[in-house]
């Protein structure tokens, strides 16, 4: 099992940046491919990326697709989201969650652990 806390959230201007981040707490988190998802009010959680348990591979919704980047540090039990260009459609709040699979999957179905989130809010 493993336990999930992001951070990093918060109110910036359209064409700026944030960096979210995850920690994960529990055993043998290279075992679990990592993703980010989100959340805007009145809207289904949608796939933003996913990065594999090694870290050696990544994929990402269109929408966010060189804007975004997810990355992890084994090490540390950690997962990061920069993200660049900001604007005000991410307005969202923004998940880690976690799969004990092999494959990155893009439907929140997939992911067995969740973390409670973070604001993530893009001004116009």
């Known amino acids: 099992q493993v336990q999930l806390v992001e951070s990093g959230g918060g109110l910036v201007q359209a064409g700026g940046s944030l960096r979210l981040s995850c920690a994960a707490s529990?055993?043998?988190?290279?075992?679990?491919?990592m993703g980010w998802f989100r959340q805007a009010p009145g809207k289904e959680r949608e796939f933003v990326a996913a990065?594999?348990?090694?870290?050696?591979?990544?994929y990402y919704a269109d929408s966010v697709k060189g804007r975004f980047t997810i990355s992890r540090d084994n090490a540390k039990n950690a997962v990061y989201l920069q993200m660049n260009s900001l604007k005000p459609e991410d307005t969202a709040v923004y998940y880690c969650a976690a799969a004990n699979s092999y494959g990155m999957g893009s439907y929140p179905y997939e992911y067995e652990y969740w973390g409670q989130g973070t604001q993530v809010t893009v001004s116009s």
């Open positions: 990065i594999s348990r090694s870290g050696g591979s990544t």
């Open positions: 529990g055993r043998s988190f290279s075992a679990y491919v």
